[in-house]
């Protein structure tokens, strides 16, 4: 069977992997979720279809404000609870987690070589861990759930930014709570740019907007509702872009930057316009393609990040284009609908070369590594058979060698998007075939579909030390999919 709204223009091998039983559960969590109850079982949940479409508009996270510089930029951060209409108004506010009280946190602006500083304080009661996703940071400062901050304390992370720009984010990474911390807010943006990369005159400025998906279930007094179905998948049933119900967003008829995060729980997204549009893909996890790629369908899988340019120029002022969920259909198809409102002249490009990317190993090159993504007898994931153990590592890759790890998942029934921290890696293949054009650049998360084998390669560094390796279903992180890797001294 095929996840239906799969299979016109662009339709292709990987959309074809997402597996049957995540379409199964996409279909059903739309039809049964009305008649189940919310937290605790007490309060009904909120029928999404009480859920205006398009009636808010689409909120923009403010940039971090610079507490101070000096050679690095400083910033200060509190995690601590409030309540934010998430919803449209005529509904109830919904509690939240927030770095500094917002759902999604604050973005952060950051330039290439120049270090940043964040203090996190944390002001909620539960333990917490703050990871940037796609930064290569020291052990101490990569927020793994071996090193959390406690209820009331804090904890200062560096990052030194020297890598290529890209769209990366941050959020929780508590030992097993990740998934709902996450649920609750603890997300945000983070922009790391380039000089070189500005002045290719993509869309910039105010056409250069990040839109952070995820899923949520509410229930009737507003409360986001926690229900993983047995631990094994989160999946909402009200699309939110930047912490809002199905917003819109007014666009000029020009070409626009879209940097999509998804920071869904477990919700995979084929992602597409309104009356079969095409878009241009221009960067992935690991910044800049080396080519523009035009398409019709994007699979976006838990963590990923793609930077898209998406030209309204063609579309007449007054009409609408709507970003769609290509692998569903009923409410959760649409997510966000742009109204183009008016003319105006365009001095942005899409250049035909974007970058550089020298291939790091051809794409046969052997295997170093195996690992087994799989389910065992008593329902955790695990990784080549285990679960995580914060005192295990499972290999030791030297110093700045280039290893090929081939990523395999066991058994029917779950794809994984499969992360390992420090590294940005390049895909090799899937089950034996090139990649989609889009993935051929650098990537952090991969999607990895049931019974597929994907190839990828890694340069191990630049520092040494442990990082985890696991799954970006959160739900399946949490229950244990989750290894750790040491970088050793060559
Ligand atoms: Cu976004 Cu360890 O992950
Ligand atoms: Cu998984």
């Not at 290439?112 to 917490?128: C, D, T």
């Not at 052990?139 to 904890?155: C, K, S, V, Y």
């Not at 250049?351 to 590594?369: G, Q, Y």
Request: glycine residues 8%; proline residues 9%.
């Amino acid at each position: 069977m095929r996840p239906r709204g799969v299979g016109q223009e662009g339709a292709s091998d990987v959309t074809r992997a997402v597996d049957r039983r995540t379409a199964l559960r996409l279909g059903a969590a739309g039809l049964l979720a009305p008649a189940l109850l919310g937290a605790g079982g007490r309060t009904p949940r909120l029928p999404p279809g009480q859920v205006p479409r398009f009636a808010v508009d689409l909120p923009v996270p403010p940039v971090l404000r610079r507490s101070l510089w000096s050679g690095v930029d400083r910033y200060v951060v509190t995690q601590r609870q409030a309540l934010q209409q998430v919803l449209p108004p005529s509904l109830p506010a919904t509690p939240v987690w927030g770095y500094d009280g917002l759902f999604p946190g604050p973005t952060v602006h950051a330039l290439r070589g120049r270090p940043v500083e964040i203090r996190q304080l944390n002001r909620l009661h539960r333990e917490v861990s703050v990871h940037l996703h796609g930064h290569a940071s020291r052990p101490a400062d990569d927020g793994q759930p071996t090193l959390p901050i406690p209820p009331g304390g804090e904890r200062t992370y560096y990052y030194d930014n020297d890598q290529r720009a890209s769209t990366l984010w941050y959020h929780d990474h508590a030992d097993m709570r990740t998934s709902p911390h996450v649920y609750r807010g603890l997300a945000g943006v983070y922009v790391l740019r380039d000089p070189a990369e500005d002045r290719l005159d993509l869309p910039s400025g105010e056409h250069d907007v990040p839109l952070v998906l995820q899923d949520r279930i509410f229930d009737v007094d507003g409360r986001m509702v926690f229900d993983d179905n047995g631990h094994t998948d989160l999946l909402g049933d009200v699309a939110l872009v930047n912490g809002a119900a199905w917003p819109r967003l007014a666009v000029q008829a020009r070409r626009y930057r879209f940097r999509l995060v998804i920071a869904s729980n477990s919700r995979p997204y084929l992602l597409g316009l309104s009356g079969g549009r095409p878009f241009t893909v221009v960067a992935s996890d690991g910044g800049l393609l080396e080519r523009p790629v035009v398409t019709w369908s994007l699979l976006a899988v838990m963590a990923e990040r793609y930077d898209v340019v998406v030209d309204f120029s063609e579309v007449a002022v007054g009409s609408s284009v709507t970003l769609v969920n290509q692998l569903e259909t009923g409410r959760m198809h649409d997510l966000l609908r742009f109204d183009v409102v008016r003319r105006v002249r365009d001095d942005s490009r899409v250049p035909a070369r974007l970058s550089d990317i020298p291939r790091l190993v051809p794409a046969d090159a052997p295997v170093d590594r195996v690992w087994r993504f799989g389910h065992s007898p008593d329902g955790t994931f695990v990784i080549n058979g285990k679960p995580f153990d914060m005192d295990r590592v499972d290999a030791r890759p030297r110093l700045g060698s280039i290893e090929v790890w081939e990523l395999r998942t066991q058994g029917l029934g779950f794809f994984h998007p499969v992360h390992p921290h420090l590294v940005r890696f390049q895909v090799l293949s899937r089950d034996g075939r090139p990649p989609e054009p889009y993935e051929r650049g650098w990537k952090d998360t991969v999607f990895v579909g049931e019974e597929s084998v994907v190839r990828i390669a890694a340069r191990f560094g630049p520092h040494l030390g442990r990082y985890v390796l696991h799954c970006h279903n959160l739900v399946h992180e949490d229950h244990s999919m989750m290894t750790q890797f040491e970088v050793v001294k060559p």
